[in-house]
């Protein structure tokens, strides 16, 4: 198994600012957690983040966030990348529509992700859809990701992505 950490969405905006939900904050340890472990262990990790313009198809459901070069599209700083982590802008919920994901995760001869990230049912739910369609396995972490809509998410990525759902602590035990 070669694992690549893809965190979604883990801005200003989603944590603090236009789209805060209540379950964000609680997910900002769990990541760093997550985080630590990928470094420390020298795996890739790859940030995908709403970077929005204001005719994007989005705009028109959730309201003007994460808007190309604000604070509120920039990580949220206790999760913030490092030197030699990708960063890749995204403008519609899935990570690897119209990006280079895909392209960078076969490069580095990924087959199996682990997402974190906001919302475990919109954004990290069709990065997860995109993942599962070009044959990635799939690892969850439940603490590291925050609902807004669907709070029986789990249920939903074990029946239809045959995801692997796990908490933070147990990350290094998943992915080595």
Known sequence: MKVALIIVDMLNDFIEGALKSTGAINTVRATKLVLDVFRANKLPVIYVNDSHYINDFEIRVWGAHAMAGTEGSKVFSEVAPKEG?????KHTYSGFFGTSLDFILRSNKVN???LVGLDADIC????????FFRGYSIFVVRDA???????SWEKYF?????AKIIN??????AIT
Do not use: L
């Open 124 to 131: 990290v739910r069709h990065t997860a859809a995109d993942a």
């Open 168 to 173: 933070s602590e147990d990350i290094k035990k």
């Open 85 to 89: 982590e990708y960063i890749i802008e």
């Open 158 to 162: 074990v029946s239809v992505y045959g």
């Open 112 to 114: 199996t992700i682990v």
């Open 145 to 151: 990701v925050a609902a807004r809509i669907d709070q």
